[in-house]
């Protein structure tokens, strides 16, 4: 089986570390600090030149994923972007909340793909606030979705395991379940062996918290990291030596 490394991106910089380290497709989204956010035009210009598939996220703002209908509006706008300048993909969900749960919101999710048509499509971490992961499973699937990109509704994809786990077995084919939150080289080969998974999504980054006045302006927050071409590089070596299962 061949695996995928996708790391996101959020940068130019970060762009180029990702291809230099060997990934095999981008998440490309503006302020990964947040969770990561529509990227800004320039962004996408660049990506549009890059040697591997890049998909773009859609979120036109940092929160939850209940969505206004102007913020619908906005991210059919977005998605027409991606598509003129020719990325693979969009990486988008949207939620209801109420009565105390939390579903996918199907009628904006049907409006997203539409938007999108002809791109690949991931359902992001949307999902890890939902109860019923098996019923988001059949209606991402229905609704043409490739992956779905999880931590299984843990902190870290290595917390929810478990999970994770239960998800692939019912998806049973029709998606890829992609583990992500917290991966690193010393994660790897435990989430390899227990998923097996064919998609594995990491920021692959290492600490840039800025210096002087940069930080102390507040122009760049202490929380802020930067991807690395090793560290990509390295996680690369481990999934293309992973030998799966029988």
């Not at 320039?42 to 859609?58: C, E, K, N």
């Not at 227990?194 to 920021?203: E, I, K, Q, T």
């Not at 802020?224 to 293309?240: H, I, N, P």
Request: hydrophobic fraction near 50%; glycine fraction near 10%.
């Amino acid at each position: 089986m061949t695996r995928t490394l996708e790391i996101c991106v959020d940068s130019p910089a970060g762009l180029a570390a990702a291809v230099e380290g060997g990934a095999d497709r981008i998440e490309l989204c503006s302020a990964l600090a947040l969770g990561g956010l529509t990227p800004t035009q320039g962004l996408i210009h660049l990506a549009a030149r890059a040697p591997i598939p890049v998909v773009a996220m859609i979120r036109p703002r940092a929160g939850g994923f209940d969505w206004s209908e102007d913020e619908v509006l906005a991210m059919e706008v977005e998605i027409a972007a991606v598509a003129r300048a020719g990325l693979a993909g969009v990486v988008i969900g949207a939620t209801r909340s109420g009565a105390g749960t939390v579903t996918l919101d199907l009628p904006v999710l049907q409006r997203l793909v539409a938007a999108a048509k002809g791109l690949d499509l991931t359902l992001h971490r949307c999902i890890d606030l939902i109860e019923d992961a098996f019923e988001a499973i059949d209606q991402a699937a229905e609704l043409g979705i490739s992956r779905i990109l999880s931590s299984g509704g843990a902190l870290s994809a290595v917390e929810g395991i478990a999970r994770l786990q239960e998800m692939s077995a019912h998806a049973a084919g029709r998606l890829s379940i992609m583990p992500g939150a917290g991966i690193s080289a010393a994660a790897l080969p435990g989430l390899l062996a227990a998923l097996d998974p064919s998609d594995v999504h990491a920021s692959a980054s290492q600490p840039d918290p800025g210096t002087g006045a940069i930080a102390r302006f507040g122009f760049q927050t202490e929380a802020a990291r930067r991807t690395d071409a090793a560290t990509v590089a390295g996680l690369k070596r481990l999934l293309d030596d992973h030998k799966g299962r029988p």
